[in-house]
């Protein structure tokens, strides 16, 4: 079996690297470098990706787009008793929702916030409306973590690692205190030997 990473820098392909790390699966990574002054991914991506986005996912000659699907494939295929709920189960159910819900609603407000920042001052009138919807996510994020400190029953499964990255943004934007069971949830990934062996791999990623 081979598996190639197309990595791109500072983004959701890292929790690719991380769930790799945590299946135990071997893998070889191409890095794309983002622009330093625009932040956008260079045009060598669109190669493998005709919208030039990572993460893509090369395994036995097939290739794979859209993290949440790549994420769902690898926990199907390898994961075993880890990562995915019993089949049918009530668990199985909600870690579909919220692993499709971590680039389905998620990422829509925290993608405003990136690219209108870009804006300057010309942004300013979306800036309350975008901070709002922020923040009802992220309060239902809050919300949702388990008593056990996972997303879905008691363990690790592919939403929790879906929704890392998310999790990763609420701590950076929300400083300190402001979301407390998700800042302990991101420590716990931060934490996790696969997780910072990923790191070590995947190279610079600003919300280590």
Request: net charge negative; charged share 20%.
């Amino acid at each position: 079996m081979t598996i190639i990473v197309h990595h791109l820098n500072d983004s959701r392909s890292q929790r690719i690297l991380w769930l790799l790390e945590e299946l135990g699966l071997p893998y070889a990574i191409t890095l794309y470098a983002r622009d330093a002054v625009t932040r956008f991914a260079p045009p060598e991506l669109k190669q493998v990706h005709p919208l030039g986005k990572a993460p893509v996912l090369e395994i036995d000659g097939a290739v794979l787009q859209e993290s949440g699907a790549i994420v769902q494939h690898l926990c199907e295929r390898f994961g075993e008793d880890r990562f995915l709920p019993p089949a049918g189960s009530a668990d199985a159910l909600r870690n579909l929702q919220l692993l499709h819900y971590a680039e389905g609603s998620a990422m829509t407000p925290l993608l405003l916030h990136i690219y209108v920042g870009l804006l300057g001052a010309a942004g300013a009138p979306l800036h309350p409306r975008i901070a709002s919807e922020i923040a009802n996510h992220f309060d239902y994020l809050e919300a949702e973590l388990r008593p056990s400190g996972h997303f879905v029953g008691d363990d690790w499964t592919g939403a929790d690692v879906m929704l890392s990255f998310p999790a990763e943004l609420a701590v950076q934007i929300g400083g300190a205190g402001r979301w407390p069971k998700l800042e302990a949830f991101v420590a716990r990934i931060h934490a996790r030997p696969a997780w910072q062996v990923a790191l070590e791999k995947g190279g610079p990623y600003r919300l280590a």
